[in-house]
């Protein structure tokens, strides 16, 4: 059997649409224009791309974009004043401080530092509390998109065996969350787990989110199996040239699975389009206006 390709850059193209629309609405129906400030502090050069890429997207949906570049040598009290003028701006809906920061800056004290209604990231300590009991919160990006993809492609989720392999702040451990709440039993493996292959060979969903190059072996896959690869990683190959590769063997697991994203074009794209989705989902909740469907979970 040969898996469907699960096409994340067909889908977060979709959903952009329906972002734009909404934003539309917000601004013709009730005067409201969504922004999203977005917080570089060094010259990290895939930490630019990422940027770049978010602030053109934004303004693509209809957005205002707000962009806060910091030279590497900012001092935390700095970075802090500039969170505290953000979080009192009423035309600023979503905040994000791109990651990694430079060393001297304590990660965990300025992003708990953002007003957690703005969090359009997910990361504040508030909304990974609110997820994990269940409660409404604002969701980490990149696992929402997995979440969309795979309602998408299996529905109802209830039931299922699901294997998060990966236990970050930022994927693995939200990832979990969601999958709970949508009546998974879930397992979350890493990089440390024994057996993981039989973990694997059991899953009937499996996120991988390791930041391992192939890390995951396509025979593993149960077949039929729904596959989603969060990893992208860089490899050389033998003629000196590069490609980009998840953590899972995509050319062996595309043979099993039933479904199956590819790296690129597979979990990637959704990123992006989540954090509009989250940056609009904050605003009609800023404003008291009814959520859009479809952007959140
Ligand atoms: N760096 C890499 N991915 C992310 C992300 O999703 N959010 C932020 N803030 N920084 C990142």
Same mark, same amino acid.
């Given at each position: 059997m040969t898996a469907q390709i699960i096409d994340g850059k067909a889908f977060a193209g979709t959903l952009r649409e329906r972002i734009a629309t909404h934003v539309a609405h917000l601004k013709q129906q009730h005067g409201i224009t969504p922004g999203l400030a977005v917080v570089l502090v060094g010259e990290d050069p895939a930490s630019q791309i990422y940027v770049r890429s978010k602030g053109k997207q934004t303004l693509e949906a209809g957005m205002n974009s707000y962009e806060h570049k910091l030279s590497a040598d900012t001092t935390e009290a700095e970075l802090l004043a500039l969170i505290s003028q953000l979080n009192a701006d009423p035309q600023v809906h979503g905040i994000l401080v791109q990651l990694p920061l430079p060393e001297h800056l304590n990660e965990a004290l300025v992003i708990n530092a953002i007003d957690s209604a703005k969090d359009v990231d997910g990361f504040h300590i508030s909304n990974a509390g609110l997820l994990a009991t269940g409660q409404k919160a604002m969701v980490p990006c990149t696992p929402l998109g997995c979440l969309m993809l795979l309602r998408e492609f299996c529905g109802n989720l209830s039931g299922q065996n699901a294997v998060v392999i990966g236990r970050s702040n930022i994927v693995g451990k939200p990832m979990a969350q969601l999958l709970l709440r949508d009546s998974c039993t879930v397992t979350i493996a890493h990089s440390k787990t024994r057996n993981l292959q039989e973990i694997v060979r059991g899953a009937d969903i499996v996120v991988a989110a390791v930041g391992r190059p192939l890390f995951i072996q396509g025979e593993w896959i149960k077949p039929g199996a729904t596959v989603i690869d969060v990893g992208i990683n860089r490899i050389e190959q033998g003629d000196g040239s590069t490609r980009l590769v998840g953590d899972i063997?995509?050319?062996?697991?595309?043979?099993?699975?039933? +479904?199956? %994203?590819?790296?690129?074009?597979?979990?990637?794209?959704? %990123?992006?389009?989540?954090?509009? +989705?989250? %940056?609009? %989902?904050?605003?009609?909740?800023?404003?008291?206006?009814?959520?859009?469907?479809?952007?959140?979970?």
């Open positions: 063997n995509f050319d062996a697991a595309k043979e099993i699975a039933g +479904a199956i %994203t590819p790296v690129p074009g597979g979990v990637g794209p959704m %990123t992006i389009a989540c954090l509009l +989705a989250n %940056t609009v %989902t904050a605003c009609c909740r800023m404003h008291s206006l009814p959520e859009p469907e479809g952007l959140s979970v």
